[in-house]
C-alpha cells in the first residue's frame, strides 16, 4: 500500500499523502468519523458498565435477557438494519437535524454485542459481588461503587472494549454510505474513485492510527489494578 500510495509520474512522490491533510473532504471524514468514535466510545461505556453491574450484582435473573439483547444486533444482517432504522431516522431529522453525528445511535448499536463480551469478561475475572459488598458496607453509594471500585478493577476490559468500539466506528461503511452520510471509509470510497493513490494513502494512514490506538491502549491498561478498598485499609 505505501509503495502504490507514492508512485509519481517520475519516481515516488508524497502528493498521495500531502492530500490527506489538505483534501478538505478527507480532512472533514476524518474529523466526522473521530468525532463519531469519541461519542460512540463514551455513551457505549456509560450503558454497558452500569446495565452489566445491575444484571450481575442486583438482579442476577435477568443477565441473560441483558446478554440476550446485547448480541442481538451482531445477527441482524446491515441492510435489514438500516431499512429499519431508516424509518426511525425520519424522526431523529426533525428533532436533531441532519448531522452525521445522529450515526452514534446506530454505531452503539453495533458495537454492542463487542463491547458486551469484553466488560463481561472483565466482570468475570475478578470478585466483583465481594468487592461490592464490601464497598457498600463501608457506606459507599451504587454509582460511587461503580466509578470507584469496579471501573478500576475492569480497566484492561474497558480500554478493549474502548478500542473495539473506536475501530468499529472507523471501518464502518454499509450503514453511513446507505443513509448518505460522508464518514472516513464512504469518503475513501468517493476519492478512490477519482484518484487511487489519495484512496489508499487514506486507508493506510486509518490502518496505522488503528494499530497505534491498539498499542497505546494496551500498554494503559496493561497496569495492575488495585481496589481503592486496599489503599483505604492500607493507609
Known amino acids: 500500500m505505501l509503495e502504490f500510495s507514492t508512485r509519481g509520474i517520475k519516481g515516488r512522490s508524497a502528493y498521495a499523502w500531502v492530500s ?11 474529523r466526522t468519523s473521530l468525532e ?3 461519542i460512540t466510545v463514551v455513551l457505549t461505556l456509560l450503558l454497558l ?3 452489566i453491574t445491575w444484571a450481575r450484582l442486583r438482579v442476577p435473573r435477568v443477565r441473560r435477557i441483558v446478554e440476550f439483547t446485547c448480541l442481538l444486533p451482531i445477527a441482524l ?3 435489514a438494519l438500516v431499512a429499519g432504522i431508516a424509518r426511525v ?14 450515526l452514534t445511535f446506530v454505531y452503539v448499536i453495533l458495537a454492542l454485542p463487542f463491547a458486551y ?10 470478585d466483583a459481588q465481594t468487592l461490592a459488598e464490601a464497598a ?14 469496579l471501573v478500576p478493577n475492569l480497566r484492561a476490559a474497558i480500554m478493549s472494549a474502548a478500542v473495539i468500539t473506536v475501530a468499529l466506528v472507523l471501518g464502518e461503511f454499509t450503514i453511513a454510505s446507505l443513509l448518505n452520510f460522508n464518514t ?3 469518503v475513501i470510497n468517493l476519492v478512490g474513485k477519482r484518484d487511487a493513490e489519495i484512496s489508499v494513502a487514506v486507508s493506510l494512514a486509518s490502518l496505522l492510527f488503528g494499530f497505534i490506538l491498539l498499542l497505546i491502549i494496551s500498554i494503559a491498561g496493561r497496569g495492575r489494578s488495585v481496589s481503592p478498598l486496599v489503599a483505604e485499609d492500607e493507609s
Open 49 to 51: 458498565v452500569p446495565t
Open 117 to 126: 463480551r469484553s466488560i463481561d469478561a472483565g466482570f468475570g475475572a475478578i
Open 184 to 186: 472516513l471509509q464512504v
Open 20 to 30: 490527506v491533510v489538505t483534501d478538505p473532504d478527507i480532512a472533514s471524514g476524518i
Open 89 to 102: 431516522y425520519n424522526t431523529v431529522y426533525n428533532l436533531l437535524g441532519g448531522s452525521p453525528l445522529t
Open 77 to 79: 444482517p446491515a441492510i
Open 36 to 38: 463519531l468514535a469519541a
Open 136 to 149: 457498600r458496607t463501608l457506606g459507599y453509594s451504587w454509582p460511587m461503587v461503580i466509578a470507584r471500585v
